[in-house]
């Protein structure tokens, strides 16, 4: 089921990542970010999709007390905080191209009607020389104030949302991976059990993996937070006070 998820996003990805229409900075990088980010995700949870056969406990344990040691080895959920990050990473980056597409296509709408305005004051042959070579349509952010704050919001919540998973994955996933032995023990078995898991450097790699992905998500969104924070708020500031002067 993943695999075919994952297969039938690729051809979706590649001609959306081919439309030349980059009407904002980094709209082509982001989309490929995605796919990347869904490869990734689907690449490292195959050494955990079978964990529950990876785990062992030596003696005569029973099958309920074998239970019971992997629930409290694994309390907290591994590949299903993985799945949830990267949903938060699709709804952030939709829900901002949503809005980037509405305003865009409010922008060709009110561009269009000026140009039929236009033309409708020349001859018919302007007209369809108009209409036959729309103009391309670049948002811009040096007056759209309320988008780049929007623009803005969209980095400060993929940072956010990322800080959190990296919190989590060096935090509580990979020290459930970091030894390979543990000694079980609980008051509904009796004595004491050494478990072990099977396939740990493999899971710790996989971690380390996301850990990465995660690292250069942050590090690029920063790096588009600071580069709009100067290119459009400080120069724009910077030209009003020049035309005031």
Not at 133 to 159: D, T
Not at 218 to 243: D, E, N, P, Q, V
């Amino acid at each position: 089921m993943a695999a075919a998820a994952v297969a039938g996003l690729i051809p979706v990805f590649h001609s959306v990542v081919g439309d030349k229409s980059g009407y904002y900075i980094g709209r082509q990088l982001w989309f490929g970010f995605i796919a990347v980010y869904g490869v990734v995700v689907y690449v490292v949870r195959m050494p955990w999709a079978l964990l529950h056969e990876d785990f062992y406990c030596h003696g005569n344990i029973t099958k309920p007390c074998l239970i019971e040691c992997f629930e409290k080895r694994f309390s907290k959920p591994v590949v299903g905080i993985w799945y949830f990050f990267f949903f938060i990473f699709l709804a952030a980056f939709f829900l901002m191209e949503f809005f980037m597409a509405q305003i865009r296509h409010k922008q060709i709408k009110v561009k269009s009607v000026e140009s039929g305005a236009e033309a409708e004051e020349g001859s018919m042959v302007g007209i369809q020389e108009k209409i036959s070579r729309p103009k391309k349509s670049i948002l811009n952010f040096h007056r759209e104030k309320m988008l780049l704050l929007l623009y803005l919001l969209y980095f400060l919540l993929q940072v956010g949302s990322q800080c959190v998973f990296l919190f989590i994955l060096i935090s509580q996933h990979l020290p459930v991976v970091s030894q390979a032995t543990m000694l079980c023990t609980s008051n509904s078995c009796p004595g004491s059990y050494i478990c072990l898991i099977r396939g740990t450097m493999e899971k710790q790699m996989s971690i380390y993996t996301l850990i990465t992905m995660s690292f250069m998500i942050i590090l690029f969104c920063s790096g588009f937070f600071l580069y709009s924070i100067h290119h459009y708020l400080l120069k724009g500031f910077a030209r009003a006070k020049s035309w005031l002067d």
